[in-house]
């Protein structure tokens, strides 16, 4: 029996209407953070679910037409970087996350998030950057209480399910873009840091899919913005 079916719980603490909220792309150089929120129903099982970190792109690739075919809702939000440089990366993933929660019909009763930043923040919620919510969005998202969880991605299914989505919508958005800027092949790093990366920066400069807040190049290379 595969490890995720022994590992995974079916909820934290409702099994009616939990939503699990994930997010990727967070430590990235160029593209959005995207979020997504699942709502799963409790009978909900797959023996390859998984944090999708821990999962091949093929297996996410699997398993994302399954989840969105078997839940009771979902949602993705992507948040770009014009958004990631004005309110910090720590703020966009949350905000990102609460984007999707709105999005979810019917309204999750309790919300588990991956990680271990606050669903609200205890000085309130952020409005600014991306979508500015309503009064009653305001409402909604502080009524709604939730839990922020550790490695939750590889404790329960619905952080797991909203962590494929997030990986997958995430990595077709950077195939995209590739197609756009081939010279950084997102295609492959999906906007990563990785050594081919930084080497594109340093010779071709930035794009408006880069984030400009972040540290693009190594300390000894200065970057002319």
């Known amino acids: 029996m595969p ?3 022994l590992m995974l ?3 934290f603490l409702t099994p009616n209407l939990e939503s699990g909220t994930d997010e990727a792309g967070r430590g990235c150089l160029a593209g959005p953070v995207t979020a997504a929120a699942v709502i799963l129903p409790v009978h909900f099982q797959n023996e390859w679910l998984n944090d999708s970190k821990q999962l091949s792109e093929k297996a996410r690739e699997k398993l994302r037409p399954i989840i969105e075919q078997e839940c009771i809702s979902f949602a993705v939000t992507h948040l770009e970087p014009i958004v990631i440089d004005e309110i910090n990366i ?3 993933a949350i905000k990102a996350m609460q984007e999707c929660v709105l999005k979810l019909n019917p309204q999750p ?3 588990i998030v991956d990680g271990n930043a606050p669903f609200i923040h205890k000085n309130g919620l952020k409005n600014k950057g991306g979508k500015i919510y309503t ?6 998202l ?3 209480p939730s839990t922020s969880i550790v490695k939750g991605d590889s404790k329960y299914r619905s952080i797991a399910a909203a962590s494929v989505l997030a990986k997958t919508y995430r990595d077709e958005y950077m195939n995209k873009i590739h197609e756009e800027f081939p010279m950084y092949n997102w295609k492959k790093n999906k906007g990563y840091p990785t050594k081919e990366h930084r080497e594109a920066i340093e010779k071709y400069g ?3 899919y880069h984030r400009t807040t972040f540290r693009l190049l190594p300390e000894q290379t200065k970057l002319d913005l």
Request: glycine share 0%; hydrophobic share 45%; no cysteine.
């Open 9 to 11: 719980s079916p909820f």
């Open 3 to 5: 490890k995720s079916l």
């Open 90 to 92: 720590l703020n966009a």
């Open 142 to 144: 502080t009524s709604i």
């Open 109 to 111: 009763k309790y919300v």
């Open 135 to 140: 009064a009653a969005e305001i409402e909604i």
């Open 206 to 208: 930035i794009t408006k």
